[in-house]
């Protein structure tokens, strides 16, 4: 035996290997012991028991692809905007003023008392505006330049008064600096807005100044500005104070009104405004409330907007990967013979 395995020292390789191959086949779990050539008649073959894990990982691979691409899809929306005015308010305060022909909760008020607050809510509605506000009697000022700070423009309304400058109704003139204010603003390039109007309030007829309102108008329409009109005041006579020297109210005279509606009619026809007639209160609202109707600017605006679908694509080829791998290592498969 010895000189057998000396001359064929394979089969003593062989014996030693035995104890090996053994080791390993139950460290796989077989349940039969390996003999040489016996091993050959049968062999395991694993083979899935789906080809799904590679369909979903040749999915993912496809999306990750396209993911890379960086695909983008475009998003149109319509939003409805509003765009700002440059405007002017020129406000009388002349001595007429005083006229106590308005009422409002049983207490008998002024013209300016009764429009300063209509005034102010008016210039609420417009956030978008530039709004400036010039003042005449005898003569004519800018009380407010054109100004985005309605707060500030708020304060400047309270100051409003009679006695501010000497007495009378320059009308022609008041138009006059209300139109040189606006034309300042157009022709700053940097803040020009799409159009600008003004809105005259008054209650008597022209009796001062340079300009005539007539020509003022001829000057508004070649600049392309509206102008709105509006006349306060009842028709007839109005309850007018009378002061003391020290302010005080002492009694009461009565004065006729001498609107001149014709004049403020000519006006707003000529530039393509409007004429409103406020006697009381409520007119007054009404006549702001049309004028800020007319003159609000809308205009729909289509933005075009890119919206990314790459991380929506990375994480549909990241699941379909994740899905396949697991399907593809897990225990559901069978075993073949061949």
Do not use: C
């Not at 809510?121 to 505006?129: L, M, V, Y």
């Not at 309102?213 to 009842?234: D, H, L, M, N, W």
């Not at 919206?307 to 498969?333: C, D, H, I, N, Q």
């Amino acid at each position: 035996m010895n000189d057998v395995a000396l001359q064929h020292p394979w089969w003593l390789l062989a014996l030693l290997i035995l104890p090996l191959m053994s080791w390993l086949r139950w460290r796989r779990g077989l349940p039969a012991l390996i003999v040489p050539f016996a091993a050959a008649w049968w062999r395991p073959v694993l083979v899935p028991a789906t080809r799904l894990p590679a369909i979903l990982m040749g999915i993912g691979l496809v999306l990750l692809v396209v993911a890379l691409a960086r695909p983008q899809k475009m998003e149109i929306s319509t939003e409805v905007r509003q765009e700002g005015y440059d405007l002017m308010l020129a406000i009388d305060l002349s001595g007429s003023m005083l006229a106590e022909d308005f009422e409002q909760g049983g207490v008998r008020l002024n013209r300016l008392q009764a429009i300063k607050p209509v005034i102010q809510a008016f210039i609420n509605t417009r956030p978008n505006d530039r709004i400036g506000l010039a003042v005449f009697a005898g003569r004519a000022y800018t009380l407010a330049p054109l100004t985005a700070d309605h707060a500030w423009l708020a304060r400047q309304t309270e100051r409003l008064k009679i006695g501010l400058m000497e007495d009378g109704t320059a009308i022609g003139d008041g138009l006059g600096v209300a139109l040189t204010r606006l034309e300042q603003s157009k022709n700053d390039k940097t803040t020009k807005r799409p159009s600008a109007f003004i809105v005259l309030l008054t209650d008597g007829s022209n009796n001062r100044g340079v300009l005539k309102p007539a020509q003022a108008a001829e000057i508004a329409k070649t600049r392309g500005i509206t102008v709105y009109t509006i006349g306060a005041g009842k028709a007839g006579s109005a309850p007018y104070p009378i002061f003391d020297e020290t302010g005080k109210i002492t009694g009461y005279r009565r004065i006729l009104a001498d609107l001149d509606e014709e004049a403020l009619r000519d006006i707003a026809k000529t530039t393509g405004g409007a004429y409103f007639r406020a006697d009381n209160t409520d007119t007054i609202a009404a006549a702001f409330k049309a004028i800020d109707g007319a003159k609000k600017l809308r205009f729909e605006a289509k933005t075009k907007r890119a919206r990314e679908l790459f991380p929506w694509l990375v994480s549909g080829s990241l699941g379909l990967l994740l899905a396949g791998g697991l399907l593809a290592y897990t225990p559901w498969r069978r075993e073949a013979l061949t």
